[in-house]
């Protein structure tokens, strides 16, 4: 099992970054593919970015690809989220999540894929 701590989120102007982290317990975060999700107020959970287990696969929705980017520290059991350009729609709540599955990163986009997820952390994108 491990637990997810997500932190980085808040408040930032159109056109802003921000650095999502998220910090994994225990010392089988490498065992795991990992996942950003977004929700925003209304709306349903929706995928955003997956990494492989050692960082070298990704995949991002369309609505993220060249403005964010994941990344992850096997050996300080973090997973980041740098988003740059960042719109009044990326306004959500970023979740986390952990996957024991042995499918393709690029088949990791929905949320039944994932086991673990995190608390969530805000980010509100003023116009």
């Known amino acids: 099992q491990v637990q997810l701590v997500e932190s980085g989120g808040g408040l930032v102007q159109a056109g802003g970054s921000l650095r999502l982290s998220c910090a994994a317990s225990?010392?089988?975060?490498?065992?795991?593919?990992m996942g950003w999700f977004r929700q925003a107020p209304g709306k349903e959970r929706e995928f955003v970015v997956a990494i492989s287990k050692l960082g070298g696969t990704t995949t991002y929705a369309d609505s993220v690809k060249g403005r964010f980017t994941i990344s992850r520290d096997n050996a300080k059991n973090t997973l980041y989220l740098q988003m740059n350009s960042l719109k009044p729609e990326d306004t959500a709540v970023y979740y986390c999540a952990a996957s024991k599955s042995i499918r393709s990163v690029v088949e990791l986009t929905t949320q039944s894929e994932y086991d673990y997820w995190g608390q969530g952390t805000q980010v509100t994108v003023s116009s």
């Open positions: 225990g010392r089988t975060f490498s065992s795991y593919k």
